[in-house]
């Protein structure tokens, strides 16, 4: 066995301390080459060390720091708070956001505690991250996604308001909202539901969807389910096979379904469909296949089923005179068509549009004075758009000259609460009020509910004051 001597001994310790100083250079080399900065303190909170990208982000020089204690930097002012005093007081990891007084800058700071063999806390290293540009950049990118938002709602907007279509006529946003609505469901065949009160314009969307999807060279079929007795709408519907009834054709006849295949069925007042074919359209919905009525034989048709209603679906469903079944097959797309009462903004453009309609079909240029736009807008309009075309037709074809002015608009639009004489007793003018707002109530939706409704009150006291002036009998209560 070699012996050792003092050569190999001295030689061992200096290879050990220039390896000791090579990791000293490369560990140095590390913590200066750090993009975050990095704070460094013993287990007593005095500061050892700190690198340059420290200095960097906070504008705290080494010089201003090392060898003093965190606490009394704190206190002098030079801190708000410290990471390092966090993590001594709690022995985990902890994570402040601090603002460095002296540029302002918003740093995030993580300090870290390490342990030695006996559990005590030697070091506290702490990471340093300016986290001041992606504040602005989050802020800023916040700010572009609320303006896109914005934008993009416009630009739908203004799409859906240049839709070629010239039965349309809006400026509400709520029918710009169908519109948008509607012109994206339409490249799908997923049965739609069309609801909103009569003389809203129901079937002018369904052919919006039918038009801007399946085309117009596709077929586009109409049947109202209320019009047409239920003896023949079953036959009208699915068609039938020769000799299937007294009268029948020899030949047969194909239904709308087989005269719509490839195209649109557009199914108004579906509400009054009868139960016994409300099966039967189910079964086509589900199977895509008609049968004849006296035939066997399915035929497969492709048909878009857009359905309308003026009734509350819903209600009848839970009143058992709606197929629940069908109820939710019509209702994959729902679209609800607001009334004229609630987009008044749209009334004088659609007065616009019919007043010229009906000037070029008669030959006529008459012009509308500004206070009728006025007292129009103010109407509310129980029968909506289908009203206003009527009345603006009848003031063309009946006004003597060129000027349409607000006397001669009908009674019921013309129409002004009479305010009370100089000197009458309020209970006087309180009944007076009452009585005209119940009847022009009633005049306008003929159903004592509504009026309740739309006045605020319950049914019982609107037909109690009805009573009370004259307006109805008490057995019509009942």
């Not at 750090?34 to 010089?63: C, H, P, Q």
């Not at 000259?401 to 003018?429: F, S």
Request: with cysteine; proline share 4%; hydrophobic share 40%.
């Amino acid at each position: 066995m070699k012996v050792p001597n003092a050569y190999d001994s001295c030689y061992r310790d200096e290879n050990l301390y220039a390896n000791f100083n090579e990791l000293i250079t490369e560990l140095e080399a590390i913590i200066d080459s750090s993009y975050d900065g990095i704070f460094i303190t013993d287990g007593k909170a005095n500061v050892l060390r700190l690198n340059a990208a420290y200095e960097r982000i906070t504008g705290i020089k080494a010089a201003e720091v090392v060898g003093r204690n965190m606490v009394d930097l704190v206190r002098e002012g030079l801190y708000d708070q410290s990471v390092t005093l966090l993590v001594l007081e709690q022995r985990a990891r902890v994570t402040i956001d601090q603002i460095v007084k002296r540029n302002n800058k918003h740093i995030l700071v993580t300090g870290n505690p390490v342990f030695d063999k006996r559990g005590g806390i030697f070091r506290v290293v702490t990471n340093v991250r300016d986290v001041t540009d992606l504040n602005r950049l989050q802020n800023q990118l916040t700010k572009t996604q609320e303006e896109t938002l914005k934008y993009q709602t416009e630009l739908n907007h203004l799409r859906a308001l240049h839709i070629k279509d010239p039965d349309i006529i809006f400026r509400s946003r709520a029918i710009a909202a169908v519109v948008e609505l509607a012109t994206k469901v339409a490249d799908v065949d997923s049965t739609v539901l069309i609801t909103g009160e009569s003389g809203t314009g129901k079937e002018l969307f369904a052919k919006l969807i039918h038009r801007h999807g399946r085309g117009d060279n596709r077929p586009f079929i109409k049947i109202n389910c209320g019009a047409i007795p239920e003896t023949l709408l079953e036959s009208e519907l699915f068609g039938y096979d020769g000799g299937a009834f007294t009268g029948a054709k020899r030949e047969g006849k194909p239904g709308l379904f087989e005269l719509a295949d490839g195209g649109t069925l557009f199914l108004d007042e579906i509400g009054e469909m009868p139960p016994v074919l409300q099966v039967k359209l189910l079964r086509v919905i589900q199977e895509k296949a008609v049968i004849r009525v006296g035939g066997v034989k399915q035929k497969s048709v492709n048909v878009r089923i857009i359905a309308a209603t003026n009734r509350d679906l819903a209600h009848m469903v839970q009143q058992g005179t709606f197929r629940e079944d069908l109820y939710y097959r019509l209702m994959v797309v729902p679209l609800h068509i607001p009334p004229l009462r609630e987009r008044k903004e749209d009334i004088p453009l659609l007065v616009k549009h019919f007043l010229d309609k009906f000037n070029k079909k008669f030959g006529f240029n008459k012009v509308i004075l500004p206070d009728v736009i006025d007292r129009l807008t103010e109407y509310s309009w129980p029968g909506n758009v289908r009203q206003l075309e009527n009345i603006i037709e009848r003031l063309v074809v009946t006004t003597p000259g060129n000027e349409i002015t607000a006397d001669m608009l009908p009674q019921q639009v013309n129409a002004r609460i009479p305010l009370p004489k100089t000197g009458t007793k309020l209970k006087e003018a309180v009944a007076a009020t009452e009585k005209y707002l119940l009847t022009e109530t009633f005049r306008q939706y003929g159903n004592w509910n509504k009026v309740a409704d739309v006045l605020g009150i319950d049914r019982t006291t609107a037909c109690r004051k009805a009573v009370k002036y004259g307006l109805i009998s008490k057995k019509q209560i009942f």
